[in-house]
C-alpha cells in the first residue's frame, strides 16, 4: 500500500518561504516520477512543478524562478522549496506519484496525498 504524506506548509507573509515535503511509504520515489500540485478554494487542481526518475524537472509557469522542486532519494522524500511566495500561492498543496517505474512517457499521477495548507498574507 502506498502512503504519501505531506508536512511543511503553514501561514507567512507575502514573500516568504516554506519548504513542503511528502514521505512516501510503499513507493521508492527515485525511480518513479512525482509531483507537487495546489488547489485553491474554487479553483481547479493545478500541476506545480515535477521530477522525473532522471531527476528532471518541470515547472509551471506562475511558479518558475520561484519553487525547487527536489527529492531525498535516502529519506524517500520529495520537497518543494517555496521562495518569494505571493498571495496568490495559497492552496492546499498535494504531493503526487505515477505508479509506474521508469515511465518513458509523460507522467500519470495515480496515488495522491492528503495535502498541506499553504497561506500567503498580503
Known amino acids: 500500500q502506498v502512503l504519501l504524506v505531506e508536512s511543511g506548509g503553514g501561514s507567512v507573509q507575502a514573500g516568504g518561504s516554506l519548504r513542503l515535503s511528502c514521505v512516501s511509504s510503499?513507493?521508492?520515489?527515485?525511480?518513479?516520477?512525482m509531483g507537487w500540485f495546489r488547489q485553491a478554494p474554487g479553483k481547479v487542481r493545478e500541476e506545480v512543478a515535477s521530477?522525473?526518475?532522471?531527476?528532471?524537472?518541470q515547472y509551471a509557469d506562475f511558479v518558475k524562478g520561484r519553487f525547487t522542486i527536489s527529492r531525498d532519494d535516502r529519506k524517500n522524500t520529495l520537497l518543494l522549496q517555496m521562495n518569494s511566495l505571493k498571495p496568490e500561492d495559497t492552496a492546499m498543496y498535494y504531493c503526487?506519484?505515477?505508479?509506474?517505474?521508469?515511465?518513458?512517457?509523460?507522467?500519470?499521477?495515480?496515488?495522491w496525498g492528503q495535502g498541506t495548507q499553504v497561506t500567503v498574507s498580503s
Open positions: 503526487a506519484a505515477d505508479a509506474q517505474r521508469w515511465p518513458r512517457g509523460p507522467c500519470a499521477f495515480t496515488n
Open positions: 510503499g513507493y521508492s520515489i527515485s525511480v518513479r516520477c
Open positions: 521530477i522525473k526518475h532522471d531527476v528532471s524537472t
